[in-house]
């Protein structure tokens, strides 16, 4: 995976014989990881369907401006903004010039006029349409407007004629749209993240649980795939939305969570347990409702599975961080779960203080590892996350640091 992994590509196709090559398009652009959605002009629809680009891109097909069931939400702004890049390939001779004027006559145009993302062209049309003053005159008025464009390149045409005009192959595309983005600090690492709590039962009605919320886990998902990560999050039952480009796996017991884990380690380079995890379930779980019969009850509890320590024993091994929630003695109980655990990092936190403990938006860490340390005050627990994904960024590259 490269620089357009977890990126969000908006792929506009217009009418021209190269329309077949943006099929080919959208699989080159998914195998690094992009997202892809499609839009299509009318005269486009003429060359390849609809259908075709939405089977391979696995999203519907955009084509009309006014469609009445996307705009009920204003679909097309939401397509905007949705986009990291708009990308029209191939682009023909009179959308650049519709593009260069500013026109917003169809959906396409519209979009991007609409976006704050940065926009391609990659022009396809007869050479002597690409040779006329006009479309010269076009494509340099893109270009002042800070508008990539991507070829044309030189060679026989459907046409027949030879010369400038071609739409670039499929892999040049990906190449030059891949520059547009700057290389992020977790660029195609593989990273597992597990959040929440887990729920242990004591019958079918109650469990055992904590206070957890899944908040931080949450954030440190959504922060790992904004610097490139392909992010798998094993959540606790939380009531979190999942955080976009992030894929979730849902559990509810530690038994559960310690599964999913393990199942993940195939393609895992970096796994951070920010689940506040059961240690300990009931030995019985009752078939039925316990009934209130007694004035007490007696329970045995065993023990949890610990999953970050065998997540450290794995061969191979993961650049495995740890969280140690603790009320007392905070750095000396993070420290030895380092080293007892064998962790390359622990982020410790004191649950017990106010306003940073389960549950709260805000947070204040120290980051651990064998040879120094990180301290972070209280701030929003998405801008910690950011910092910390740095931080392991660093410990897994020091080159960087």
Request: glycine share 6%.
């Amino acid at each position: 995976m490269g620089r357009l992994n977890n990126r969000q590509i908006l792929l506009g196709v217009t009418g021209g014989i190269a329309a077949y090559k943006s099929a080919e398009l959208i699989r080159r652009l998914q195998d690094q990881g992009a997202a892809v959605r499609v839009v299509m002009t009318r005269a486009a629809q003429e060359f390849i369907t609809p259908l075709t680009l939405q089977a391979l891109s696995g999203n519907p097909v955009h084509t009309d401006l006014l469609d009445p069931a996307a705009e009920a939400a204003m679909g097309h702004i939401e397509l905007a903004r949705w986009a990291d890049l708009v990308l029209v390939a191939p682009a023909s001779a009179d959308f650049i010039a519709r593009l260069a004027q500013g026109h917003a006559d169809d959906l396409l145009t519209t979009l991007c006029l609409a976006t704050a993302a940065p926009i391609a062209v990659a022009p396809a049309m007869n050479q002597g349409m690409w040779r006329d003053s006009a479309t010269q005159a076009n494509v340099e008025q893109l270009r002042a407007r800070n508008i990539q464009v991507f070829g044309p390149a030189e060679g026989s045409q459907a046409c027949g004629d030879v010369g400038p005009g071609r739409l670039l192959e499929p892999d040049q595309l990906v190449a030059l749209a891949a520059d547009l983005f700057p290389s992020r600090a977790l660029e195609g690492q593989r990273v597992v993240i597990t959040a929440g709590p887990t729920r242990e039962a004591l019958d079918p009605v109650r469990y055992i649980s904590n206070h957890s919320s899944g908040k931080m886990g949450f954030a440190l998902a959504r922060a790992a795939a904004d610097a490139g990560a392909r992010v798998t999050l094993i959540a606790g039952p939380v009531t979190l939305a999942t955080p976009e480009r992030v894929r979730r796996i849902d559990v509810e017991s530690a038994q559960q969570m310690h599964e999913a884990a393990l199942a993940q380690l195939h393609d895992c380079d970096i796994f951070i347990a920010a689940a506040a995890v059961a240690d300990y379930r009931p030995q019985i779980v009752a078939g039925q409702k316990i009934k209130k019969q007694q004035e007490q009850i007696q329970l045995t509890l065993v023990r949890n599975p610990d999953i970050v320590a065998a997540v450290a024993a794995h061969h191979p091994k993961p650049f495995t961080v740890g969280f140690a929630a603790e009320t007392e003695r905070v750095r000396d109980h993070a420290l030895d779960k380092l080293e007892r655990k064998n962790l390359d990092l622990i982020i410790a936190n004191d649950v017990a203080a106010e306003g940073i403990g389960f549950n709260s938006n805000n947070n204040a860490v120290t980051v651990l590892w064998r040879q120094g340390e990180l301290s972070f005050g209280e701030r929003s627990k998405s801008q910690l996350a950011r910092e910390l994904i740095e931080v392991i960024a660093m410990r897994l590259y020091p080159q960087l640091a």
